[in-house]
C-alpha cells in the first residue's frame, strides 16, 4: 500500500490527521505509535485520528503535489474529455494535475475536506471507462465513500472511510468519473456554516448547504461536483459562485447512503461550469437522454415569468437579473408570458417547513438524543422547535403537498419553462449566513426540475443565478431551454 507517493509503513506508524468541523483545513501529520492517538486542532478541541491515505496532506509534506501547468486548465468538460478521448491527455496526467492544482490553490478557497492521494487518483484513473472517463469529480461530504472519510461537516462523528459508496458515488464511478476528493458541507447540511470562501465574491458566503462544490468549480479546482438539496441547497449556492447548478425531479437520481434530513424532500443535486458540461454530466448518472438538441425549425419556446412571489418581494439585484434574463429569451425568439403563481405555490411554500421540520427531528434522533452539546446551536434549536410539530400537522402538510404537487404540474404544462431568480438577492456579505432558500424550497417540495443559470448580475457586479423551472420529468427541456438561456445571456449586454 502507498499513501502519497511514498511507501506505507504499518498501521502502527501511519500519519493521522482529519478535517476538524465544517470546512477546516487539515491538521498537521503527526507519526505515533499509538492506533488511537489524538491531534490537537488549532481550535482547541481534540480531534479523532483517522488514516491518512484518504486524507488530503499539507503541501510541503505532500511529495506529489507538484506545481507543474495544469494541462487542462481553463477547460471545459465536454473539452477534457476531447483531450481524453484523443490521448492527448492521460487520465492518470490529469489526476495528478488536478490535486497538484487543488494543494495549490484550495487554501485560499477551503472547497475541500480531503481528497486521494496522487498515485491511488493516478492508479484509479488509469482504469477508468465510460462516458465520463476519467474527469475529476468532487462529492459532497454528506454521501458516504469507501475510499474517503465522511463527517457530515461535524465534529461529531469519527471521520473514515465507509464500508461502501453511496448510490450516487456508484453510480459516478460506473460512469468513469473519478472521485477526487469531499468537498465541504454545512454541519449535516443545515444552516451552519462552513469555513468555504467564494471565489466570485470575496467577503461574501459561497451559500450552502453545497457549498465546497459550488465553489471547487467556481474556482476551477473540478470540473464538475455532486450536491444536495433539502430546500434551496443546489441553486442557490451557484447562483452565489456563478456556476450551473441542476437539481433534478425528485428520484433521478438515488439518496441511499446520503446523511437523511427529509426523506421526502433530500434530492441529489449537480454542478458544473456550464450547461453543456451538465447535460453530459446529468445523462452519464440518470441514464436518461439529457444532451440539448436543436429546437425543431420555428419552434418557440413559451416562457412564464410570474410577477410576483408569495415567499417574498425581490430585491434590486434579482429583478436587474430578471430583466436580464428576459431579455436575453426574448432576443432569442421565445414567448414570455406574465402569470400570477396560483395558490398552490404560498401552499407548497408553507408545507415545506413542516415536513422538513418533522422529518428532520426524526432522521437526526440519535444525535439529538445522545450528543445535543455536539451540535451547533443553529441545528440544536431548531430540531429542538421542530419537535413540537404533531404527527397530525406532518399528515396534514404531506396530504396538501400531494395535491400542491398534482395542481403544479398541470398548472406548468401550460409554459415550456418559469424563469425565476434563483436567490433572492447577491450572496450575502460576510461568512455568517448561508443566504435564504425562499425562491427554492417550493419547487423542492414539488419534486419539479430546476436549473440555475450563470451570466446575469446583480446590482454590485455580482453573480446572480436565473432559475428555470419545468413539469416533473421535463428534465430534458429545462436543460434546452438552460443552453438556450446561457447563450442569449453572453449575447445581451446587463443595464
Known sequence: MHWNGGPA???????????????????????????????????GCTAHPVTAPACRLPRTLDPMMTHAPHPAAGASALQILAQLRSGALAADELAR?????IASEDAAVGAFVC?????????????????????????????ETRDLPTAYGSALYVARPAACDAAVVSLLRHAGALVIGKSTTTEFAFLHPTATRNPKAPGRTPGGSSAGSAA?????????????????????????????????????????????????????GLFARDVADMAVFAQALTGRTLAPSPAPRGATWVVGVPEAYPWGEITPSAARALAHGCRALEAAGCELRRCTLPPWAADAFKA????????????????????????????????????RIEPAEYEAAQALTAVARAEAAEWLDGFDVLLTPSAPDQAPVGYDS??????????TLLGVPCISVPGAVGV????????????????????????????????????
Request: charged fraction near 20%.
Open 115 to 143: 481528497t486521494l492521494d496522487a498515485d491511488a487518483a493516478a492508479a484509479e484513473a488509469s482504469r477508468l471507462s465510460g462516458p465520463l472517463r476519467g474527469l475529476p469529480v468532487a462529492v459532497k461530504d454528506i454521501f
Open 9 to 43: 509503513r504499518d498501521a502502527r506508524h501511519r500519519p493521522r490527521a482529519i478535517c476538524c468541523g465544517p470546512g477546516a483545513a487539515p491538521l498537521r501529520l503527526q507519526w505515533g505509535r499509538q492506533r488511537r492517538r489524538r491531534l490537537r486542532c488549532p481550535r
Open 460 to 495: 454590485d457586479g455580482l453573480p446572480m443565478g436565473l432559475q428555470l423551472i419545468a413539469p416533473p420529468g421535463a428534465d430534458a427541456r429545462v436543460l434546452q431551454v438552460a443552453a438556450l438561456l446561457e447563450r442569449s445571456l453572453a449575447g445581451v449586454p446587463a443595464r
Open 434 to 443: 448561508t443566504g435564504v432558500s425562499t425562491f427554492n424550497r417550493a419547487w
Open 216 to 268: 471547487a468549480v467556481a474556482a476551477g479546482l473540478v470540473p464538475l461536483a455532486v450536491g444536495t438539496q433539502t430546500g434551496g441547497s443546489v441553486i442557490r449556492p451557484a447562483s452565489y459562485n456563478g456556476v450551473v447548478g441542476y437539481k433534478p425531479s425528485f428520484g433521478w437520481l438515488p439518496t441511499v447512503g446520503l446523511k437523511c434530513f427529509s426523506w421526502s424532500l433530500d434530492t441529489v
Open 352 to 387: 415545506h417547513d413542516t415536513v422538513q421540520g418533522f422529518e428532520a427531528v426524526r432522521a437526526m434522533s440519535w444525535e439529538l438524543a445522545h450528543q445535543a452539546d455536539a451540535l451547533s446551536p443553529t441545528l440544536r434549536d431548531y430540531l429542538q422547535g421542530a419537535g
Open 97 to 101: 494535475a488536478t490535486l497538484a492544482h
